[in-house]
C-alpha cells in the first residue's frame, strides 16, 4: 500500500460498547486501508464484556481495546485524524476538543446496546444488532471512492450512512 492510511476515530461517551465495536469492524474491514481509533468524553474505563462477545461471534479481533478519554487525541503527538464519528447521541451533543488537522465529522448515533437490560440472550442480542448496523454503516463507507470525492461529496456521503 503506497498511500497513508486515512486515521478514523470513533467517539461515544462511556468508550465501552459502541465505540469499540466500531473501531475493531474499521481496523478489521479496513484492510491497512483505515486504522481506527475510539475514545469517549467520560470513559468507564473498562470494555464492556458484551461488545467483546459481539465480536467474537462475528470472527473480529478485538486486540488492544480499552476504554480511553478522547483527550488522547487531542494531544499534540496524537495521530492526526482524517473522519470522526459520533456514534451515541450524548457524544455529538458534547463540546469536544479541537480536532488536530480539521477532520471530516458524521453523526452515527444508535441505541446503546450497554443499556439494555433483559435476559441474558436479549442483551446479546442487542449488543450482536448494534456490531451488524456499525459493520453495515463501515462497509457503506468503505465503497465509497475517497480518492475521487471532493470534501464536500464526502461529507454529504458519511453523514447519510449514519442515517441508514
Avoid at 78 to 102: K, N, Y
Avoid at 126 to 137: C, G, I, N, W, Y
Wanted: hydrophobic letters at 40%.
Amino acid at each position: 500500500m503506497s498511500e497513508k492510511p486515512y486515521n478514523v476515530l470513533f467517539i461515544c461517551t462511556g468508550n465501552s460498547a459502541r465505540s469499540i465495536l466500531a473501531e475493531a469492524l474499521l481496523n478489521h474491514a479496513g484492510r491497512g486501508r483505515f486504522r481506527a481509533y475510539s475514545a469517549g468524553s467520560h470513559p468507564t474505563g473498562t470494555v464492556n464484556p458484551g461488545a467483546l462477545d459481539a465480536l467474537g461471534s462475528l470472527g473480529i479481533p478485538a486486540t488492544g481495546a480499552r476504554s480511553k478519554n478522547w483527550d488522547e487525541f487531542a494531544a499534540p503527538a496524537a495521530p492526526s485524524m482524517d473522519f470522526i464519528f459520533t456514534v451515541c447521541d450524548s457524544a455529538a451533543g458534547e463540546v469536544c476538543p479541537v480536532w488536530p488537522g480539521h477532520p471530516m465529522t458524521a453523526h452515527w448515533g444508535m441505541p446503546d446496546p450497554a443499556a439494555v437490560s433483559g435476559t441474558p440472550e436479549e442483551v446479546r442480542l442487542a449488543f450482536r444488532d448494534a456490531a451488524v448496523t456499525l459493520k453495515r454503516r463501515i462497509d457503506l463507507m468503505l465503497a465509497l471512492p475517497l480518492s475521487t470525492l471532493d470534501a464536500m461529496a464526502t461529507q454529504h456521503e458519511l453523514r447519510g450512512i449514519g442515517k441508514r
